[in-house]
């Protein structure tokens, strides 16, 4: 049974170019989260995605969007990149159950150099 | 403002001993409050989940208790071992909402 995995592993990119990041959850598994991590810093929530639809936000600026497909995988788009984009961008799925609370597991990320 | 404090330094002990990470958060009202374990280079791993409404979680040689008085969780590790050396991460979730808050994390460091 895979687990959440991520792609490309790692990306280099020059600012105001714009990136996808690629997600597809642990099987069962029917809800997306994206988070950006920075050095030293923990994860920091962008959005979550249920039923293609984006459930919640973060505080992250327009420039980031996503999409959930109906195969439940999902994609983060980034557009206009700048230096401070640079990090680790983290996925975590889980199933919804409605209002209890799911475990969430993260994929291994895939880090973004901005240049 | 709204704060998630864990200890910035990192903590080192020796084989064996109980490890014990702290987390403290400032106007927060989290119904659950999670940790969790990240190796480098790697996603979080989740460990324990605790409800508003309890006291003390275990799993093994894991504890967690939950303040919601203090505004504070603490992590135990006993008899600490060299694999358990990572970074642990303590997050919240708010009731009706989505988003896990995560604090910036505890590098712990077991030594032989």
């Known amino acids: 049974d895979a687990g959440v995995t991520q792609s490309p592993t790692h990306l280099i990119k020059t600012r105001g170019q714009q990136v996808t990041l690629r997600c597809s959850p642990k099987s069962g598994h029917d809800t997306v989260s994206w988070y950006q991590q920075a050095l030293g810093q923990g994860p920091q929530f962008i959005f979550q995605y249920y039923e293609e639809e984006e459930r919640q936000r973060g505080n992250f600026p327009d420039r980031f969007s996503g999409h959930q497909f109906p195969n439940y995988s999902s994609e983060l788009n980034v557009n206009a990149l700048l230096l401070g984009d640079s990090a680790l961008y983290l996925c975590?799925?889980?199933?919804?159950?409605?209002?209890?609370?799911?475990?969430?597991?993260f994929g291994a990320g895939t880090r973004l150099s901005v240049l | 403002s709204q704060k998630i404090e864990q200890n910035s330094e990192a903590l080192n002990i020796q084989e064996g001993k109980t490890a014990t990470l702290t987390c403290n958060y400032t106007n927060y009202s989290p119904a659950y409050l999670q940790w969790y374990r990240q190796d480098p280079g790697r996603g979080p791993v989740f460990l324990l989940l605790?409800?508003?409404?309890?006291k003390e979680k275990r799993k093994e040689r894991l504890k967690v208790t939950f303040d919601t008085t203090l505004k504070q969780s603490l992590f135990h590790i006993t008899a600490s071992q060299p694999a358990d050396s990572a970074t642990y991460l303590c997050?919240?979730?708010?009731?009706?909402?989505?988003?896990?808050?995560f604090g910036a994390g505890t590098r712990l460091f077991v030594k032989a």
């Open positions: 975590a799925s889980s199933l919804w159950r409605g209002g209890a609370k799911n475990i969430q597991y």
């Open positions: 605790i409800r508003e409404n309890e």
């Open positions: 997050a919240l979730d708010m009731t009706g909402g989505f988003k896990t808050i």
